[in-house]
T-cell receptor, first 113, second 114 residues
Framework: GQQLNQSPQSMFIQEGEDVSMNCTSS?????WLWYKQDPGEGPVLLIA?????ELTSNGRLTAQFGITRKDSFLNISASIPSDVGIYFC?????????????FGEGTQLTVNP | ETGVTQSPTHLIKTRGQQVTLRCSSQ?????VSWYQQALGQGPQFIFQ???????GRGNFPPRFSGLQFPNYSSELNVNALELDDSALYLC?????????????FGPGTRLLVL
């Protein structure tokens, strides 16, 4: 089945630093999504990308849908303590698997004040 | 708060037992998807229900089954529990099974199988 490789697995940064994480896939997706999950909660959608090459921002977050449709990255600028959590990429391919989400394994982000 | 609620929040069962997990979708949403999230991993798609019918299934055995009710709430049933079924079970509701529709996740039910 489809698999997403997400890296890095974990990051330890100082408040104010920028962060970058990415996902690669062995197969094509036509939607890429980035979620954040806090302890004891479900994932919350941060950014959705629907077109290859698309670059979208949401406040301090920026994400891009790779041209090959097999990768995506998420950048967080000027990190703050509340950015702590697990970030997941997720892909969808409507043609092959409907609206089901295929998730990466997550990037655990720790921000030191 | 996404408006998606799940019950119970935590559950402990023994191997071989059966369990039922419940999900109330956000108002106006007719589609519910269930995911299993093992510790330290990303969620994995179990199945989706749209207008009370199963609308897609992931790589899970038949002992994982579900229902959707006329009010669009949903149940996930797991029979003959195994130790590896220990996980966080998430449901997500959306206003349709379409690609560009956001799926909103509930807080999950944490199941421990002993």
């Amino acid at each position: 089945g489809q698999q997403l490789n997400q890296s890095p697995q974990s990051m330890f940064i100082q408040e104010g630093e920028d962060v970058s994480m990415n996902c690669t896939s062995s197969s094509i997706f036509n939607t890429w999504l980035w979620y954040k999950q806090d302890p004891g909660e479900g994932p919350v959608l941060l950014i959705a990308l629907y077109k290859a090459g698309e670059l979208t921002s949401n406040g301090r977050l920026t994400a891009q849908f790779g041209i090959t449709r097999k990768d995506s990255f998420l950048n967080i600028s000027a990190s703050i303590p509340s950015d702590v959590g697990i970030y997941f990429c997720a892909g969808q391919n409507k043609e092959t698997s409907g609206s089901r989400l295929t998730f990466g394994e997550g990037t655990q982000l720790t921000v030191n004040p | 708060e996404t408006g998606v609620t799940q019950s119970p929040t935590h559950l402990i069962k023994t191997r071989g037992q059966q369990v039922t997990l419940r999900c109330s979708s956000q108002s106006g949403h007719n589609t519910v998807s269930w995911y299993q999230q093992a510790l330290g991993q990303g969620p994995q798609f179990i199945f989706q229900y749209y207008r009370e019918e199963e609308n897609g299934r992931g790589n899970f055995p038949p002992r994982f089954s579900g229902l959707q009710f006329p009010n669009y709430s949903s149940e996930l049933n797991v029979n003959a529990l195994e130790l590896d079924d220990s996980a966080l079970y998430l449901c997500a509701s959306s206003s349709g099974p379409h690609r560009e529709v956001t799926q909103y996740f509930g807080p999950g039910t944490r199941l421990l199988v002993l």
